[in-house]
């Protein structure tokens, strides 16, 4: 019997927002089974998908580091999943896999499009593939550790602090001894950064006098800004930078939903504070993936990276909403939706 | 018989343009003697004043790399002067010396606040060291070697091109085998700029289809962009830019006379083509600055730099209009304010 293969699939590129309902469509094709199965591919089920802010650049029609979905494509996106079939040596049935599957149910993917378990060292907890191990993770060890250089006493800020990235990020530089203040959407995300994840300070940059409290936070500026929202608050934050800044480019959340994106006016600190401001992709480092993953393992043993998800349940259902809630901030870590829960039996395709 | 000294000092802090009979005022003193001199000290006349972009930034009373010029101060600026007495060893009587003087006719200079000709190997031209072995040069050597690092076949962009910075930092990227287009705000600076200097292609950015010519002179996009305006012109090379840019954040002449400056919108392009954007003070270099000076009388004397200056006269009386019209961009190459003729004779003070 034919099993139902549920795919998202972009139906419409969106100008400012995402509107649900018009944006993505949904596609029932029939599943793939292991007899479509080639040499060094397996066949997967996903189980979580992982919802990140840079998917709302992927459907606009620009040159960017990666080309646009296509219309009518399925939806770019990781999840990790349980392997239903293999004729690859990389991983067997039953293994957790990370993979490039898009938002579909069950794919078929090829060496090279997914990471074995093997590829985690210490992994704990299979989600941590795509949170503190994954993408996310890595993307705030590349840019504090490669670009930030935070050092024993200077001032870090990160904003979207909450988020999966930014709270990596902001440990990372703590780990590195630096004083890290944390902007984020809500008190109570300010009060789990500071009481939970060890930040110095956290503010809640909706406050009226958000830009008073970033001054008093900073008294001897900012060294290292972390960015992950770009606008307002990048604007703020070059108005505080110190001489010699790192501005750690690597996300820019606030902008991406607006087809009239705002340029920081106080640019020209650029150039008066010698500021290096430094934008990276992580697919560019895969190269340290691997060290990153070592370390990053390592300080979640210790204790020293303490995470957090916020799981949405519906199954690819829920993915465009749960979207559309990233960019409004509803998250406070890794926001994933559970495409299949991990308890039930794997599916007979 | 005392001698007439004049000088300009700040009014009154512009909030917007600088206002020709407002923004500053004339001031007389009495001029220095020998006599007022000190061990180590000389007493110099100004020949030539320098006018740069950077000093309607000193200007503001804002957090920057120099204490703003206070009210009631004279104005900072630096100047060829000629030295009419002496009580260092580092200058004699006669000699020209660049020294931070002031906008002002008759000044004593500390060792340190000025340079003795000894320090700009291969002078032919006393001019020489306020623009290309004076500041202006250096800032485009530093900029262009330390942070823009062109390599051969590049494709570098430099805006305010037929500016005392900007033609030798277009120069020095030929030099290292880069293919250059310069942004300028004529057709006879852009004439300029290809048939004397060099520059592969010129482009008038007050042409109505600029971005349409900038995007046809750089069909391989800009590896290296040289910033001396800001503005629309930044935001349209951020544009253009290609993944691993570096971008020179040199100056804004666009932003610095208006109270609401503009910040680049298409500022995420440094995250999705991972643009390094760097900004610097030439002051922050000074060990650089005799191999700096060194490569630059090299190239001058074997005819790869070009330069031209636009000597205003009329004395001090014309150096805030001068100013006013640096921001409007009357000048080609290096704009300077003939303080007195060096044909006559020196004065008796």
Redesign the interface.
């Known amino acids: 019997m034919t099993v139902n293969n549920l795919s998202i699939v972009l139906a419409e590129r969106p100008t400012d927002d995402i509107v649900p309902g018009t944006t993505f469509a949904q596609k029932i094709t029939p599943a793939p089974t292991p007899a479509d199965l080639k040499d060094g591919e397996i066949l997967v089920e996903a189980l979580y998908l992982s919802l990140d802010p840079a998917m709302r650049?992927w459907l606009q029609d620009t040159?960017?580091?990666l080309p646009p979905v296509q219309i009518g494509e399925v939806m770019r996106g990781a999840s990790i999943c349980r392997v239903l079939a293999s004729k690859s040596k990389q991983a067997a049935a039953g293994d957790f896999v990370c993979g490039f599957t898009g938002w579909t149910q069950y794919a078929i993917l090829r060496e090279g499009s997914f990471e074995p378990s093997s590829n985690y060292p210490g992994l704990r907890d299979p989600k941590d593939m795509l949170s503190v191990l994954g993408m996310t993770g890595i993307t705030a060890w590349v840019g504090m550790t490669k670009i930030g250089e935070p050092k024993a006493g200077e001032t870090v800020v990160v904003s979207g602090a909450a988020g999966a990235t930014g709270s990596v990020a902001g440990q990372i530089a703590k780990l590195k001894g630096a004083r890290v203040v944390g902007l984020a959407g809500s008190d109570a995300k300010c009060k789990w950064l500071v009481e939970e994840l060890g930040f110095d300070v956290a503010i809640n940059y909706k406050d009226a006098d958000f830009k008073q409290k970033l001054a008093e936070a900073t008294p001897n500026y900012i060294d290292v800004y972390f960015d992950n929202v770009?606008g307002e608050i990048?604007?703020a934050c070059l108005a505080r930078a110190k001489?010699h800044a790192r501005f750690v480019?690597?996300?820019?959340i606030s902008?991406?939903n607006t087809s009239?994106?705002?340029?920081?006016?106080?640019?020209?600190?650029?150039?008066?504070?010698?500021?290096?401001?430094?934008?990276?992709?992580v697919f560019?480092h895969i190269k340290d993936y691997p060290k990153a993953r070592q370390e990053l393992s390592q300080w979640m043993a210790e204790g020293k990276i303490k995470k957090t998800e916020h799981i949405l349940k519906g199954g690819l259902q829920v993915a465009e909403q749960g979207l559309v809630g990233l960019y409004k901030g509803t998250n406070t870590g890794k926001l994933l939706v559970e495409v299949k829960n991990p308890d039930e039996p794997p599916s007979k395709l």
Do not use: A, H, V, W
């Open positions: 650049g040159r960017s580091y770009g990048l604007n001489e480019m690597c996300g820019g902008q991406y009239k994106p705002q340029g920081p006016s106080n640019i020209t600190k650029i150039i008066t504070m010698r500021i290096k401001m430094q934008g990276f992709i560019d």
